[in-house]
Structure formats: structure tokens, C-alpha cells
């Protein structure tokens, strides 16, 4: 059984760009300024890669996937 991942935002960080919730909007979507917010902490298998792939194109880096 593989590790379970969890989606870790760091609001402080977010410029509002919103590359994250349109890649992964199950995992990922903005608040009413635009900021990032964790939809789904624990994020399911089926949607693992395209999370990391929203968490690696966030241009300020206030995005991670780790495992738990």
C-alpha cells in the first residue's frame, strides 16, 4: 500500500495566478480574493499527478504535495 498524500497550501504565499485550480480544481481551488484553498487535504490516488503537477506550476512555490 502506497503512502497517502496531502495538499499543503501556504496562503501567505499565494499571488492569486491560479494555475493550481485550473490543473487540479478537485484538489485545489481560490477564495473570493483569488487565494488558494486546499479543496481535498488528503488527496486520492486517482488524482495524484495531476496535484503535483498544479503544485509544481505554482510560480510562487506556496504549493506542496507531501506524503503522510
Known sequence: MSAQLKAVADRNACCGYGVCSEI????????DDGHVVVAMEIVPAELAERAKEAAAGCPQN??????V
Open 62 to 67: 506556496a504549493l506542496e504535495i507531501v506524503e
Open 24 to 31: 487540479c480544481p478537485q484538489v485545489f481551488q481560490r477564495d
